[in-house]
């Protein structure tokens, strides 16, 4: 009984055992189920991931494709970086020359600007001295007909005058046969020198034009006040007329006076007008009618000058000295006073001359004459007085 005991016991264990295998087979199979559908899932997931894998895989040499592509373009890119950084450096470069190129450029333009502002200047200069010169060239051409008249007038007064030498001159040739036919300087010579004293009655050509007179009686022969102003206008002219019949004679007018108290143009010096020849004859009396000069006393210019002093000497000429001097009129006016020197014959005939030729010019270019004086054996000319007159042909 003992001995089946322990095999029912050991029988036992060993069942026990059994089951606790069996259970922990059961378990295993639970677990290898387990795996099997773990192993089926994973299978599953191992297809997947082949199938992904070869995706992948696809990819893969599709990205490996893409990146020999874009190494290409890389490589195509770089090389094209390079050829742009070249151009780039190239452009720099040109930009730089250009620069540089401007800046001289803006240099140049600046300078030439400053040399056009120059020019412009200049040429505005021009311009201004254009128009001067061409207003004076306005002025001269104007001086120049003035001067064609002048110069006509001129010529016809050098006819007249040789006209009168010839006749003169003719007239002579009868008292001097050895007065030949000569130039006409000759002759004006000649008749320079021919003394007035051998004009007389008792010489052959001379004696059928001179009548002999009485001396000048020192009382006039005939006074008498008139007022003139009722029968002639304002503005007359005046002149000599005489008749000897049918006979024909050369009558000198040895002197005349006119006083007029009222200036036409209002121009009353304080002196009056006085025009009064004593030494030349019809001829000279004819060609002062009609002008406006004046007859100035010795003692007038003698103040006016301060008696001739040698600070108001403006000059010397061929004929006299000229002094600066003021009239005691209201617009204090200034004068040039010109002194004959010599008081011979020539002197006069120079005082003359200047005298009628200056009379009979009026020219805004020549100096004005106001008139004349003479006096105690001196010829005196009075002229406007020039401020800036420096030149010695003012007349
Ligand atoms: N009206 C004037 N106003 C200012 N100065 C004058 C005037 N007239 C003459 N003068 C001055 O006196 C100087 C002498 O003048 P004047 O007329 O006597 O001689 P000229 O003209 O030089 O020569 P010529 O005797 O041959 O006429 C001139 O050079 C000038 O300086």
Redesign the pocket.
Known sequence: MAGTSSESESLLLRIRQLERERDDLHKDIEQLSGLEQEIETLKGELSAYKTENENLQEELSEAYRMKSQMADLHRAEVTKNLDAERQLKFFQGCIAVAFAERDQSIMEAEKAKEKEDIMFQKFNDMEKRMEGLNLECIEQKKLLDQLQIDLTKQREYNEMFQKVVGKFYQIRQQSFPDFEDESLDNKCLRLLEDSGDAWSYNDKSTFKYIVPIKPRPVDPILTCNLDISKFVAQRSYFGFSASTGTSIELKSVLRWNLAVEVLPDGKGLGIGLTVALCIGGAILAALLIGSFILEFSFKDLKRASDDFNEKNK???????V?YRGVLPDEERTEI?V?RFLRNDMKSKDDFLAELVIINQLCHKHL?GLYGWCHENGSLLLV????PS???????
């Open positions: 403006l000059g010397h000429g061929g004929f006299g000229v040039a010109k100096v002229y406007e007085y020039m007159c420096a030149c010695s042909n003012c007349h």
